[in-house]
T-cell receptor, first 115, second 114 residues
Framework: GENVEQHPSTLSVQEGDSAVIKCTYS??????FPWYKQELGKGPQLIID?????GEKKDQRIAVTLNKTAKHFSLHITETQPEDSAVYFC??????????????FGRGTQLTVWP | GAGVSQSPRYKVAKRGQDVALRCDPI?????LFWYQQALGQGPEFLTY????????KSGLPSDRFFAERPEGSVSTLKIQRTQQEDSAVYLC????????????FGPGTRLLVL
């Protein structure tokens, strides 16, 4: 099955600085990579996603890059704000075979943005 | 509906009790997923429904876990004879039509087995 590894497990930045979270995956058949933000006591909320036919995607202060050859993808948050503080999860999914549709998650990154 | 809802939000059970966790997906969403999230971990897949059909239950950790979605809308995850290792947050997600679409998560049910 798919194995997703995520680093770092914790990340502290000053307000206004950038934050980068990196993930690797093992299954070359994976072709969809979402990022979720989870605040305390809430369910994961999708913040951005990328498909394997695209190398980069940006949405305001958030961007995701994908390197299919190296099997890694990264989340970039610029101009961080205290409200960005949360746990961020990367995930991978492939759309074929008996396990199609299921998301394989990393272990999460606790991001803290200090004012 | 506004989003995926789950109930109860918190459940405390004594070891050996049976529990039932409910998920109301977004109205009209065909696909429904259950995930288990242990403390400090990412969610792990349990099972998947398309309408009322359970197409993948390979993630269920034991035969004490059972899920159903009889009318293709609300789903119930049942855990029989709960054990301490079942303590976790149980998340439900739904997607509009097929498995390739975005999964939207509910707030989860936090289960504590004493």
């Amino acid at each position: 099955g798919e194995n997703v590894e995520q680093h770092p497990s914790t990340l502290s930045v000053q307000e206004g600085d950038s934050a980068v979270i990196k993930c690797t995956y093992s299954d070359s058949a994976s072709n969809y990579f979402p990022w979720y933000k989870q605040e305390l006591g809430k369910g994961p909320q999708l913040i951005i996603d990328i498909r394997s036919n695209v190398g980069e995607k940006k949405d305001q202060r958030i961007a995701v890059t994908l390197n299919k050859t190296a099997k890694h993808f990264s989340l970039h948050i610029t101009e961080t704000q205290p409200e960005d503080s949360a746990v961020y999860f990367c995930a991978a999914r492939h759309d074929r075979g008996s396990t199609l549709g299921r998301l394989y998650f990393g272990r999460g990154t606790q991001l803290t943005v200090w004012p | 509906g506004a989003g995926v809802s789950q109930s109860p939000r918190y459940k405390v059970a004594k070891r050996g009790q049976d529990v039932a966790l409910r998920c109301d997906p977004i109205s009209g969403h065909v696909s429904l997923f259950w995930y288990q999230q242990a403390l400090g971990q990412g969610p792990e897949f349990l099972t998947y429904f398309q309408n009322e059909a359970q197409l993948d239950k390979s993630g269920l950790p034991s035969d004490r876990f059972f899920a159903e979605r009889p009318e293709g809308s609300v789903s119930t995850l049942k855990i029989q004879r709960t054990q301490q290792e079942d303590s976790a947050v149980y998340l439900c997600a739904s997607s509009l039509v097929e498995v390739r679409e975005t999964q939207y998560f509910g707030p989860g049910t936090r289960l504590l087995v004493l």
